[in-house]
């Protein structure tokens, strides 16, 4: 490999990296990621996007950024706007939970949505690029004919490039290319009345291009090569190095549940789940993937429910997590608490789904509520693994989790697997250096360490969840 500045747009942070030859990390830094509200919704200060990379590569040591050969950029999906050759946007850089294209969706019939699975591998929803480029098309205050659409990880490669292109796994979050034939979809875009041709061509996470001339002089750089690595999920699966026969549980601000396939499913059966099918970053396999909405987010909501500090919510975890191992917890005794504070998972997928607590009794502590909170999210993410119908033999871990002893044996004794949780925290980062190599890293690089189920407990869980089961339905089942 070659020295490599790493950009990875979150939704909450851009973490910045700078790794030697031999994947070492020399660097890192993170800041909030940029974003402005406009009449519809929330969007991407691209600018300040550009500032944060830049900053980063200032700071610098110079000899350290001479070195630099390769920068490589990963992101959330779904996000992006319209952007002409002149690398102008002629659209707002929209993000990825931003629904102002839903009402485009809701002339769709029965037949038009199985169709949709059946050619791209992803469930209607407006959190996904297509329906953002149709309202994009239709909202524009000049000419289109010449604009493509770029995912924000794409849009800040062109900046430093000149040159537009889609990488594959980003392209399969658009809900417009066709899996099988790893093309953009006529037929798909055509829904929506929309030409294939506002898409740009696809390539590979390994194939860079040249950083414009100019824009490295000014930037201290020398001969440096750009590239797209992905989507940040499927790229921390590369991190991971995750095989068929693993999960991997990304956290962060959501949760994201990812499994490798052989061959694509986009069966009616599968398409009931609505898991979102995909390509792996590294171009030869497929992805089955749930975002989860409620993940590292539940700290702010838990946070702001019990009006405590970041330190004070960090000791109700601690105390909840020894009280577990402890075997000191009445599990009659806990709320019952449905996590969904942004939104419901799969298979209801219902943005404007709320959360629910019931069971609060006069004398439930907070050290309960945060125990319950986090079990409710354990529970949630079991029943999303369950729809991938896969057998599971490991669980790797990588962001936030990996540091909240709380969350990770809650989930080795709900699930009754081991996990194996990385040590090293910018796991996304590490697999967007290997991704522009052409190269995979062990599993075994991400220092990982093995959380085992308690097999008591385990038993323990199966039995409450079978008690509450009929009050989980309920509060699942209850109108947004």
Partial sequence: MTPTVTVDIGTTSIKLCLFDAEGAL????????PTRRDAWGEIYDTDAVMDAVRSFVDALDPAARRAVQCIVIAGVGESGGLVDPDLSLVSPMILWHDHRGADLLTGLTEADRARVYAVTGLPVNA??????VAWALAHAERSTAAAQWLNVSEYVAALLTGRR??????ASRTMALDLVGRRWSREVCGLFGVDPGVFPPLRAASEGFAMDPATARA???????????????MVGGVGADLRPGEMLDSTGTTEGVLALLRTPRLDAVTAATKLAGGLACDGDGFTLFASIPTGGSA?????????READELADLVARAHRDWVLGSVDLDRLPLVLPQFRGSPPPRKDATARGAIAGLQTDTTAVELVLACFLGMVRQFAEVWELFDLELDRVKVIGPASANPLWLQLKADYLGVPL?????PEVVSRGAQALAHGIRLPWSASEPRDVPPDTARTAELAQWRARTADRWAHLAEMPA
Avoid: I, M
């Fill in 420 to 424: 194996s949780v990385s040590g090293f």
């Fill in 127 to 132: 959190n996904y690029a297509l329906s953002k």
């Fill in 219 to 233: 930037w201290g750089l020398d001969e440096v090569t750009v590239h797209v690595a992905g989507h940040d999920h």
């Fill in 299 to 307: 700290f702010a909501t838990l946070r702001t429910l019990l009006d």
């Fill in 165 to 170: 292109w889609a990488e594959p796994s980003l």
């Fill in 26 to 33: 020399q660097a890192a830094d993170r800041c909030a990621t």
